[in-house]
Structure formats: C-alpha cells, structure tokens
C-alpha cells in the first residue's frame, strides 16, 4: 500500500517536459486499450465467450474464507449513502432512485471484473448471427430464485417488456431506445410489448436479442440486464423487491430490512444456488446526508466511503493512517464539461467556442481545486477507455488566453466588447469540485476574455428538462457523463445528431454510427471512432474540463483482490461497485483485524 | 433706539422658542440617543452600511477576481480574512455580500411596503367589502409558509438579486397591511377626523394629510424589523442554492459553501457568520429603539 501512487503524483515525478498526465497515463491507456481491444473481440460474430474469458478473482475457495479472514458472523460490511430517494434495488424499478447498493437480487447476463473485462453473469457464453444483430445468450441452469422457481429467459423477457411498458415509465428507457428491435414502438404504444426484440431461444435457458443495426457491443451493454422474477413481478406487482415480506432473490442476498429513512440491511439467502463464492454475509447501508459520511467514517461506524469533501481530502492526506486508507479510482470514466447551445448566437460561431476553450486553465485547476479527485480532460473519452486519444487531442483545447483573446476579437468582439453577459447553467446537487469548477472558469472568461458569467443554479430535473428539450433550452452549461458500457459508442454516441445536444456534425454521425455497428476490425473500428471524437474536439461543442478520479476510503480490514492494483496498476474499489454487475464482492473479505461487534 | 427695539423683539422670540415644545422628531432622537443598545445598533448599521455600500471604494479588490494560485489561504497581512476555494479575497467578498444583504434588505422591505400599505390603508379606510376581500387575501397568504413560499416562487422566477427582492417583498408585506388597517381603524374614529370630514375633506385627503402622519410611528418601527428578516432570509434562500447567482456575493451563499470546507478553512464560515450576525443584531438593536422611541404605548 505505501508505494501506492496516484494518478496526480504521477505527474509530479515526471521530468518537466514529459509533465503530462497524458505521457504519466501512457502506459495505463495503452494497456487498457488493448483490453478495450479484447473486449471489443470478445463481442463479434461467433465468439463463444467460454473460451477464452477472464474471470473474478474471488477470495473463497472451496466455500472457505482466508486465512486471515474474520470469522464469518464478522463478515458485515457497512456504508453510508444518500438515501432521500431511495426506492428501489433493481435496475429495471428505477435507475435514479435506487438504494445506495443495488442490483444484489439478480445477477446481469454478462459482468465486468476489475480489469474491465466482459466475463459471463447469468449467461454461461453468448454468440451472434452474421451480421452481428441476433444475439443467443444461454443461461446457466439450476439458478432458483427463492420461492422455488427456475432462472428461465422468461424472466428476462418480462423484465425487458417491463422495461418498455409505458406505464411503468422506466427512467431510462433511452438505454434501449433504438437499439433493441420495436423498443421503441413499444414505448409509444405502437406495437404489442411481446414484439420487442428480447424472447426465449430454442429452450427456457436461451434468450435472443434482436437489434435494430448490427451491435457488437451488445454484450458489454448487456452489464445492464439484471432480471426481475417474472413471476413475483405479476404476483406482487412492481417494487416486490422493496419489501422483505415479497422480496424474491436469486442472489447471493436478500432483503432483511428496509427502513427509508434509516438503513438497509441485507443478509445472505439461504436458497441461493449459483455460483459466486462471496465471504461478506451482511450488507449495511445506513442512510446519511453525503455531508455527515467522512464523519461517520472517522467515526468507524461505517467501513467504506467515497468522494470525500476537498477539505476532507485535506485531513485525510495530512494524516499518515488515513492517507493510508486512500485509493484513487477512475470511477465510470465520467468527463465532466462546458457546453454550448451552437446554434444560437453567439456560440453559432466557431471562433466564439474556440476562444472559450482556450481560456480553461486545467493544471491550475488541478492543481488548486481538483487535486486528486480529477485529472484533466482534453477531450471526451478519458484515458484508459477504449479509443481514448488524449495524449494526440491534448493541443486542440489547450490553455492559450492569447489565442483566445485573438479568436473573440476575429468573431467582432475585441477585448469582449460587445459580446454578450452570460448565464452559466448548472445542476443542483453538485461536488463542491464542480460549483469551483464553475466559478473558476467565470473568473478566467472575465479575467482573459473580459466576459462577465453569472452562474445559475437549477433544480436537477428542471436542468435535465431544459437541456434536453428540442430545441435546447440551455445557452451555456454544466454537465458530466460517465460510462453504462465499456465501448466507444456508448460515450461518443451522446454527441450524435439529435443526442444529448444540439450540436451536429455529418462527419461525425457517419464515423460513429458505421464505426459502432462495424464488425471484424477491431483495429479500424477503434480509429474510426478516434477520428470522430478529433472533429469533436475540433469543432468546440463543449470545453472539456476534467475527468472524474474518485477517491475512495476503506478501512485497512477491508482487504482483497479488489483494493489491490489491477492489470493496469489502478488501485480501487472499479465501477460499478457493491453491486454484482461487478466481481467486487468476490474480490473482497473482512480480515482478523477489524475490531469486532462492529454490527 | 430702532436699534433696541429690534434687540428686544429678538430676544423675545429667542426666549419663546426656549420654551416651544420640542418636535416630535426631536423628541424620538431625544428617548432613542438614550438607549445605549439601540445607539450600538445604529452605530453597527451605519459601519455595515459603509462598507457595504462603499465596498466598490473601499474593497482590496473586485468581488469578480480571484486568482486560482491564491485559493484557499488563511487570513494573513496579504488577505485580512483569507482567500476562497477558487482564489477570491475574502474581505472583498464579505464588503460586497454585506452590500447585497443590505441591498436586499431594504429593497425587499420597500417592495412589501409598496404591496402592503396601500392595501392597509385601502382595508382600514373603505371598510366593507373591501376591508373583506383584502383581510381574506392575508388569511390565505398567512396560510402559506413563508420560506417555502418564498422557495416556490424562487424556483418559478429563477435565482438572482431582482428575483429576490421579489419574492421576500411578496411573502413580507402581510405585517405591514394589518398593522396600518389596525392604525386607520383607530385613527378614523378620532374627533379630528371627524371635524376634517365635516369640512368637506376628501377620503384622500384624509388619509394623506391625516391619517397616514399619524400612522407612521408604527410602520417605521415594523418596517425596520423587517430588514433584518429579509435580510436573513436572503441568507436562507441562498444558503439552500436558489437566492442569488454566483459571481455575485451573497453572505448565506458563502456560508453553505463554506461547509464543505470548514473542517480545515474556518474562515471561510466564520466571517461571513459573522457578518450575517452583525447586520441581524444591529438592524434589531435599531428597530426596538425606534420602537421605544416612536410608539411608547407599546413599550
């Protein structure tokens, strides 16, 4: 642990002309993007993922814990999370207002291990037809759920209708929007939920997934796809999960209490008959405002924590036992970024774009306001995610007052005159990373460019609402957006014609949609969507400001594969986290050392 | 002999203004200059009011500049009260969040006088129906919490220094309303008005040239303690992020802000609570002096 470094101090070591993080992160990108390689291999035509796959790295042998494991009755785990929405634990209830540890009753078709790789869940392998737009998944026989009844592609059928039914109103019908063949007429009403493209194969342990274009990503994009009973769901109705009298698991876990504005427990389930060997034997997440969660810590009332505040930061890097505690991850690989309305004046105008972007001082910001919890963003897909392309975009964006100040006057307003007071907008609910973020970069467009910015803040559903409404009701904001696959498509795909924003490049669609649906290549696939995500850099929809590193803290008998460094040498709790999405709780066990009667 | 007389014609007014009865304005400075508090409270606005207002003149540096280099330091000769997250000079920002409060203040307050003094006055003098209507207006804006109506009306007008006083002026002005009818439902009775009316006097006249004189005591006393409420919830609404817009300095902004960071930068907390604290306790001071001062029937 003590010659654990971040990805900031990295940086520092450097000699002051490979002082990048781009070069420090050279070697994790590379290797990460020939993973991203293998991932992206592993989802063509015909491969049977059994053959060649990686796997979770689990802890319990045999059904034994370590050595230097607490006994089992001490395998309790406890965190704290914001619990004024909580609702719900399955993905397919609801997206934004599930419990702090969710998906833990169902296991996804595919999971991600700690190096990012695909590995099978529920599905034993998968393979597609020659076009890549049929996609068979066999699932593993044998998995019950608790009240008795199999693991069958039924279940994912009726999740999937579920999913488009519009009455249920799913959050995050956009996921599928598109993509799944008749999902989307199904959401409209339009044709019966039993014609989208999700049915059972050739046996109730195959399910068949139709798309709309060809989709060799679908497997990564199946993370998202752990199932509800299909039969609890018509005997109990929706939320059944929420309840502990009609909780229905195939899981490792089950629902022992859901007290809302209290805690949640979960304890392990007696029938569970698959095969994750998994040695904590009791989840409690007790509900907290985020303001109170490094004090709970520092407390030892909870044994995990994440995003601490920057001064919070601060007394933990200043103290050896909790700097200790201290694991930098990279999270879902969120980029966070200014964004512009560029079809309404002024940012209609290149120029005007471009000289914004070049007033964004990242490595002051680094070094002042983000310091661990953020490295500079260039570009859009961060380092170490497939096709990321910093290092070769860093000069587009880059911090140069002097050629912006040139770019404004070229666009008739020297010295900003003219040009005119703005509204920055942004979501309620912030880091106080970002609200610095904000009024730091006001600062530098007042202080280079001689433009005065107010910053507004707005209700998290009102901003949503407004910046998505067609036409955009957002001039100039204040947005992130993070990973739900592992492929370039996913992130760059928010940029497509029509998207998230207004912004709109032929060039761009036709990389991105052909490069998204190209099978065979990995290699051209890959390039094509680089040269996509240039023209976006180039054309200043957005000033990319930085990439999300979270920090994390865990207790030092919180051990296993899990905190140790990955293939790529990042050490962290990796999305998605206490959730079986994600090997993590395989990964990781409660040692002899953790003082007892901690429950 | 012109000479003395015109001396003695002086010296006669002089000794008969000695002996004229002090104005009422001179009698309120009189019972108010003696109550140290109030005087402590007067003298605390006035300072605030300085450094408010003159904080353009008076400030190290404009409340837009901050030097991301300079983030985060605690007060030293350089920066009297240290710097912000982003690079800001404190002192700066707490004159010019001083100025906002107080601009808030007063304005918010002559809007609810705008809105609710004539409404009083219209209530106390016709009487009947529409005494009725207005009173029922009261009870159902009464009806309402005020900072969550204040929260609402935040929300649909969007945050900013005009929208602000907006709104506190709409959810304060109801003290005023039911304060000047209770004054002109007292004062109409008088034989003074009585003896106006029955020389021909105009409703309007009435109320202008008598009624609204006499009514005034207690509506600068209420009027008064209403800054400090505005200004405090100025404080609230910002505090929970739809009061005022950043760049613009606001003291309850800073303090939330200050949150997430006090547990290192406790200045970044305690000066702008500081300052909250003075302008709450002087505008107090300020207010029950005027009170004693102006209304001595209800002292």
Redesign the interface.
């Known amino acids: 642990m003590k010659d654990r470094q971040y990805l900031p101090d990295l940086v520092k070591t450097m000699r002051p002309q490979d002082r990048s993080f781009f070069t420090a992160l050279l070697s994790r990108r590379t290797a990460l993007k020939l993973g991203a390689a293998g991932l992206a291999g592993s989802t063509f035509l015909g491969y049977s993922s059994a053959t060649a796959r990686q796997s979770a790295d689990a802890v319990m042998q045999n059904g034994e814990l370590p050595e230097d494991a607490a006994p089992l009755e001490e395998q309790v785990l406890r965190f704290a999370s914001d619990g004024t929405t909580a609702k719900a634990f399955d993905f397919y209830e609801t997206v934004y207002e599930r419990a702090g540890i969710s998906t833990v009753f169902s296991v996804p078709l595919v999971r991600l291990n700690k190096n990012f790789e695909i590995i099978p869940g529920t599905a034993s392998e998968w393979s597609s037809n020659e076009e890549g737009t049929i996609w068979t998944f066999k699932l593993k026989e044998g998995l019950m759920w608790s009240d008795d009844t199999p693991v069958t592609a039924a279940d994912f059928v009726r999740t999937f209708q579920y999913s488009a039914d519009p009455e249920h109103a799913w959050d995050f019908t956009w996921f599928w929007d598109g993509n799944i063949l008749n999902y989307t007429e199904a959401l409209a009403g339009e044709v019966p939920l039993e014609e989208i493209g999700v049915r059972q194969g050739a046996n109730e342990y195959e399910v068949i997934f139709e798309t709309v274009d060809p989709a060799p990503y679908l497997p990564a994009k199946l993370l998202y796809s752990a199932p509800l009973s299909a039969k609890a769901l018509d005997t109990h109705g929706p939320l059944y999960n929420a309840n502990p009298e009609t909780c229905v698991t195939c899981g490792p876990f089950k629902l022992e209490e859901f007290s809302r504005d209290q805690q949640v427990v979960l304890t392990r389930n007696e029938k569970y008959t698959g095969d994750l060997q998994i040695p904590i034997q009791k989840i409690i997440n007790k509900f907290a405002a985020p303001?109170t969660h490094f004090t709970m810590y520092e407390a030892g009332e909870t044994d995990y924590m994440d995003n601490p505040?920057?001064?919070?930061i601060?007394?933990i890097q200043g103290d050896p036992e909790m700097s200790e505690q201290m694991y930098q991850g990279v999270g879902d690989f969120g980029c966070f970024y200014f964004f512009f309305d560029v079809n309404t004046s002024p940012f209609d105008d290149l120029k005007v774009r471009q000289a914004f972007s070049h007033v964004l001082?990242r490595e002051?910001?680094q070094?002042?306001?983000w310091g661990p919890s953020g490295i500079p963003a260039p570009s859009f897909l961060a380092p170490g995610f497939p096709g990321s392309n910093t290092e070769e975009l860093a000069g587009i964006q880059n911090f140069d007052p002097e050629t912006a100040k040139q770019l404004l006057a070229e666009a008739g307003y020297p010295d900003g005159e003219g040009f005119p007071d703005l509204?920055l907008q942004v979501r309620?609910g912030g880091s106080?990373i970002e609200?610095?973020t904000?009024?730091?970069y006001?600062?530098?467009l007042?202080?280079h460019l001689n433009i005065?910015?107010?910053?507004?803040?707005l209700?998290r559903q009102?901003f949503y609402a407004a910046m998505n409404a067609k036409p955009t009701e957002i001039l100039f904001g204040w947005v992130s957006y993070g990973q739900d696959y592992f492929d370039p498509s996913n992130m760059l795909g928010v940029w497509l014609s029509g998207g998230r924003h207004p912004w709109s490049n032929e060039e761009y669609d036709r990389l991105v949609t052909e490069a998204t649906s190209l099978v065979g290549d990995d290699e051209a696939r890959l390039a094509m969507f680089q040269d996509a995500e240039r023209i976006l850099v180039e054309d200043v929809p957005a000033v990319f400001a930085y990439f999300a590193t979270p920090i994390q803290m865990a207790k030092p008998y919180l051990v296993g594969p899990a905190l140790e460094p990955d293939a790529n040498g990042i050490q962290a709790i990796h999305w998605p986290g206490w959730e079986l999405a994600s090997t993590v709780l395989e990964e990781i066990y409660i040692s002899a050392d953790a003082p007892t009667g901690r429950q | 002999m012109a000479h003395s007389a015109s001396s003695t014609l002086a010296a006669a007014e002089a000794r008969q203004s000695a002996q004229r009865p002090e104005s009422a304005f001179q009698h309120a400075m009189r019972r108010f200059m003696r109550q140290k508090l109030a005087v402590v409270g007067l003298v605390i606005v006035l300072f605030l009011m300085v450094i408010g207002f003159g904080a353009p003149i008076l400030a190290p540096s404009d409340y837009r500049t901050a030097n991301l280099m300079d983030a985060n330091k605690f007060p030293s000769a350089e920066f009297p009260l240290g710097t912000d997250a982003i690079g800001h000079d404190f002192l700066s920002r707490v004159m010019y969040g001083t100025r906002t409060s107080l601009l808030v203040g007063f304005a918010s307050v002559g809007v609810a006088c705008l809105v609710g003094i004539p409404l009083g006055m219209l209530a106390g003098l016709r009487g009947g129906w529409t005494d009725f209507v207005v009173m029922r207006l009261v009870e159902v804006m009464t009806a309402f919490p005020g900072l969550l109506f204040a929260i609402f009306l935040m929300t649909v007008l969007g945050a900013g220094v005009g929208n602000i006083i907006i709104v506190i002026g709409l959810t304060s002005w109801l003290t005023l309303a039911r304060l000047m009818r209770a004054q002109l439902l007292t004062l109409r009775e008088q034989d003074y008005i009585a003896a106006a009316r029955s020389m021909g006097a105009s409703d309007w006249s009435i109320a202008v040239r008598h009624l609204l004189p006499n009514a005034v005591a207690p509506v600068i006393v209420a009027i008064t303690l209403a800054i400090p409420t505005a200004i405090f919830a100025e404080a609230g609404l910002s505090y929970i992020g739809v009061g005022i817009n950043e760049p613009t300095p606001s003291l309850g902004k800073m303090v939330a802000d200050s949150a997430q960071y006090i547990r290192v930068y406790w200045h970044l907390g305690l000066f702008p609570t500081l300052a909250i604290a003075l302008i709450m306790l002087g505008f107090s001071f300020v207010g029950d002096g005027l009170r004693d001062a102006l209304d001595p029937r209800q002292t």
């Open positions: 303001s505040a920057p001064a919070e601060q007394i001082d002051a910001m070094q002042q306001i509204v309620g106080p609200d610095a904000c009024q730091a006001a600062s530098m007042a202080e005065n910015v107010e910053i507004q803040t209700d009102a």
